[in-house]
Each structure stands twice: as structure tokens, then as C-alpha cells.
């Protein structure tokens, strides 16, 4: 599996961004997708996690209405939308896949088999 993200940059807090994850690869390998984001310093976390051949989304508390995660039909694409950006979104963002359907802990890191190399995204002013 191969995964490729775009659509980082630098926006004003309270802008807009919109990540793209392009896959490729058996797409068994591919079942639960999500976004991660590591900030210097601190420890990778997860950011929106589409799983449960997307009937099952989850957010983390911290972007709760104001990022959105969705798939295009074929399931290729991964998107980020995140509206309302504050500094402390500031971060490199992964995507991230896993074979497994269902998952015990879906915003654990070690559920994903297969990462990106991220996009990186900064809010300031």
C-alpha cells in the first residue's frame, strides 16, 4: 500500500484546508483510514479515523465540528476537511491504513499498518 497526501500549507487561524490521501495497493490492505497529526514534540494522535467500510466515523475531541473526513466512491481518496483552523492544529499530518475492518482501538496508532509521509500544516497569523 501506498499512500500519498497533499494539501498541506500555511493559512491565518480561523482559514481552511482540505488534505487529500491518494492509495494504491490491495485494497484489503486499506479498510480503516485515518488522518494523524504529530506536532514537534509531542507524541503522534489521531485526528479522524473512517472505518467499518465507512459506516463508522470518529473524531478526536479537539477538531469535533470543524474537521470532516470522507472518501470519494472508490475509496482511493481520503480527504481532510478542516474549517476553523487554530495555531494548535499547527502539525504534520499522516495518512494512515489498516487492513483490519474492525478495529479495538481505532484511534490507536499501532492499528495502522501503513503510513504516508505526511503534509505539513501551519496556522499563523
Known amino acids: 500500500v501506498q499512500l500519498v497526501e497533499s494539501g498541506g500549507g500555511s493559512v491565518q487561524p480561523g482559514g481552511s484546508l482540505r488534505l487529500s490521501c491518494a492509495a494504491s495497493g490491495p485494497p484489503d490492505n486499506r479498510v480503516s483510514m485515518g488522518w494523524f497529526r504529530q506536532a514537534p514534540g509531542k507524541d503522534r494522535e489521531a485526528v479522524a479515523i473512517i472505518r467499518n467500510g465507512g459506516n463508522t466515523i470518529d473524531y478526536a475531541d479537539s477538531v469535533k465540528g470543524r474537521f470532516t473526513i470522507s472518501q470519494d466512491s472508490t475509496k482511493s481518496t481520503t480527504y481532510l476537511q478542516m474549517n476553523s483552523l487554530k495555531p494548535e492544529d499547527t502539525a504534520m499530518y499522516y495518512c494512515?491504513?489498516?487492513?483490519?475492518?474492525?478495529?479495538?482501538?481505532?484511534?490507536?496508532?499501532?492499528?495502522?499498518?501503513?503510513w504516508g509521509q505526511g503534509t505539513q500544516v501551519t496556522v499563523s497569523l
Open positions: 494512515a491504513a489498516s487492513p483490519w475492518r474492525y478495529l479495538s482501538r481505532p484511534m490507536r496508532v499501532g492499528e495502522y499498518r501503513f
